[in-house]
């Protein structure tokens, strides 16, 4: 019984194997005649034919990297842009006029504090990446 099954696996695979060789033959044929169409023959036909040109798995990978970059950032974007005038309006409208100097004072430096803490956020994430490569 698990003969007669292997040898369907392996008669199966051999299929799945001949389909995918005249598929890439077929698509390596297409791109020589693209290339010969659009007068782009000779080392564009040589690479049509290389084995290695047709692998974009590099390509693919860093343009779904880039696809989440965008995507995180246009999000970022869209979220800052609701919030912080809601936040901007908020610390704007404490009453200091309770607190003690020294309070009140502080509460005077905090947008400068809040640039410094996204700026040393920044350079962190630069030294990080530097260190990285």
């Known amino acids: ?10 008669s199966l695979t ?7 060789e005249n598929a890439k033959g077929m698509a390596i044929l297409a791109a020589i005649q ?3 169409m659009l007068g782009l023959s000779g080392t564009w036909e040589k690479q049509a034919l ?12 860093m343009a779904d990297k880039a696809v989440s970059i965008v995507v995180a950032i246009v999000v970022a974007g869209l979220l800052a842009a609701f919030l912080l005038p809601i936040a901007i309006e908020e610390l704007s409208s404490v009453e200091t006029t309770d607190w003690s100097d020294g309070a009140a004072a502080m509460w005077d430096i905090l ?22 490569r």
């Open 50 to 61: 290389s084995p290695f040109s047709m692998d974009n798995r590099g390509q693919m990978a």
């Open 14 to 20: 051999e299929t799945a194997d001949r389909g995918y």
């Open 1 to 10: 019984m698990f003969g007669k099954l292997k040898g369907e696996i392996r």
């Open 34 to 36: 693209l290339f010969g």
């Open 111 to 132: 947008p400068l504090m809040v640039v410094l803490a996204i700026f040393l956020f920044f350079v962190t994430v630069a030294l990080s990446q530097r260190r990285g």
